[in-house]
């Protein structure tokens, strides 16, 4: 048996292919950087992350970039001895990287075209197939277009105008289209029903890779809508892969609500099989947080250290930054055994550059602590932890300076109103912070000399996808992360802050 989500937290719009016996998966990242996360496996169950994709800015520039935009759906495929993902980078356009192994180094990108989302890629036939979303009968109900991609002097292309080759079954969205083929079968993957409650995987097929395409007689093969009570919700957006064996698992999205029917951990990556009947139809069950396994030897992962003691001369591939990273704004060498952070002008409220290095929550009910070492001189300058979703929604845990000298501040924002939930003075020293998660809220607290002091209370559901749409009507893609934060409230930080120790302790 094996427990779902196989990768938890933010994983959303899973990828896979299989090189050998190893597997290869990517996901989503929107505003985050590096972008992509690319891992590995050898039993689909245990998964490593290896690195990402785009590590450059010349690959990947997030500059003044919203939350939930960014980075959308990559497929990643392998062929001839050479990895291919292709992606969106929305408002950008669609484009394709390369590399002769996962870790990378990854090419620059080719540039595709700009119109629609969700780009896949299928070597079949001994031609490539691009597939991807695009202009439909309206904005929610767009159509699935498919070209062909050729090679000139190291440069693929577009081989012909891509065409509509699926409207879809009716319902909204009609996107993340994978084009697969068994036998004389060319099965189209897609999903509908919009990334959230109503989600779905619908399958099609064809003997031509242009179509016709008929839907499944079975419906979608798989949903999760119409069964509120089920732990996992949102079920679509899959990709396949086939075993040695001949047996074909998929990768699909979902999430687990809170009480409550929120979810603030974002999109993760759940694993199930797929049958295949005699009348040529795959068939999937329910998602399940336990299912019986793949047949693959076990192929366990080193657990990650719970302790984060920053004397490498790199930051793990849990890291990331929001957008790009501001040269000279974190360092691991000026302080060996701290990460250090020097404080921009940008506050967490806002698009502008920031002195921000995070990791995704992935548990519901989880304890994070970090030691801080920071003496601000200015009432602008700040720095500890936070737990974020975007701009507008996060809640930070700041060491700054009050009128009696240093304090420990918990700061909320929703919906981009800053309010003050509690405060405290702190002793000399080095301060502790500690944020104790539940599934239905967050608890801070902290102190400096052997002192403790807790500050407060926010409920996740503020962080959540369905309050974010709630109070500003617009769709939240990401999920909560954590993390270590210094600015200077409008001018640069006179002063730095270092981070001795990380700890990310799951109940």
């Known amino acids: 048996m094996f427990g779902n989500p196989v990768l938890p937290g933010m994983h959303p719009d899973p990828t896979i292919c299989r090189v050998g016996r190893d597997f290869y998966l990517a996901c989503s990242s929107f505003e ?78 080719f540039l595709l075209d700009s119109d629609g989302i969700d780009p896949s890629l299928a070597f079949l036939d001994g031609r490539v197939y691009y597939t991807r979303n695009g202009k439909g009968t309206d904005e929610d109900h767009p159509f699935v277009y498919q070209s062909e991609l050729e ?61 016709p395409f008929e839907p499944s007689p079975d419906g979608p093969l798989l949903t999760h809508r119409g069964r509120p009570r089920h732990p996992i919700q949102a079920t679509g957006h899959a990709d396949l892969v086939e075993l040695e064996d001949g047996s074909t698992w998929a990768v ?53 250290a719970a302790r984060e003691e920053f004397a490498g001369r790199e930051l793990s591939p849990r890291w990331m930054f929001v957008r790009n990273p501001a040269r000279g704004s974190w360092s691991l060498r000026q302080r060996p055994g701290f990460l250090r952070l020097h404080g921009l002008p940008g506050t967490l409220s806002d698009t502008a550059p920031l002195a921000l290095v995070c990791r995704r929550q992935q548990h519901l009910e989880v304890t994070m602590r970090a030691q801080l070492e920071h003496e601000p001189r200015h009432a602008g300058e700040l ?90 009507g617009s769709h939240h893609f990401t999920g909560a992360t954590v993390g270590l934060f210094a600015t200077g409230g409008g001018s640069k930080s006179t002063v730095a802050a270092d981070f001795r120790r990380f700890e990310y302790l799951p109940s």
């Open 252 to 304: 699909i999205l979902g999430i687990r609500p809170a009480p409550g029917r929120h979810h603030h951990l974002g999109r993760e990556t759940f694993l199930a099989p797929v049958e295949w009947g005699a009348d040529g139809w795959p068939r999937m069950p329910a998602l399940e947080l336990r299912m019986e396994a793949p047949a693959l030897r076990p192929s366990p992962q080193p657990v990650p």
């Open 383 to 472: 720095a500890g932890m936070c737990v974020r979703a975007n701009e507008a929604f996060h809640a930070a845990l700041l060491v700054g300076r009050g009128e009696r000298g240093r304090e420990l501040r918990l700061v909320q924002a929703l919906n981009g109103r800053l309010r003050m939930v509690g405060r405290a003075p702190l002793r000399p020293g080095p301060v502790t912070l500690a944020v104790q998660a539940s599934a239905s809220e967050y608890t801070f607290g902290g102190g400096a000399g052997g002192t403790y002091h807790a500050l407060g209370c926010v409920p996740t559901k503020d962080l959540s996808a369905e309050s974010i749409l709630r109070r500003t």
């Open 151 to 211: 090679w000139s002097a190291g440069a693929p292309a577009l081989a012909r105008r891509p065409r509509v080759i699926w409207k879809g079954t009716g319902g909204i969205w009609p996107e993340a289209p994978h084009l697969h083929r068994r036998g004389r079968w060319y099965y189209l993957l897609t999903a509908e029903g919009g990334t959230s409650y109503g989600h779905s995987v619908v399958v099609a097929r064809s003997t031509r890779p242009y179509g």
């Open 32 to 109: 985050y950087f590096p972008g992509v996360p690319i891992f590995s496996s050898r039993d689909l169950v245990e998964w490593r992350q290896i690195g990402h994709a785009l590590t450059r800015r010349s690959q990947l520039d997030l500059g003044g970039e919203r939350s939930s935009g960014g980075i959308y759906a990559p497929t990643l495929r392998h062929h001839d001895g050479t990895f291919y993902l292709v992606t969106t980078h929305v408002g950008r356009g669609n484009f394709v990287v390369t590399a002769k192994h996962p870790r990378g180094p990854w090419s620059d990108p």
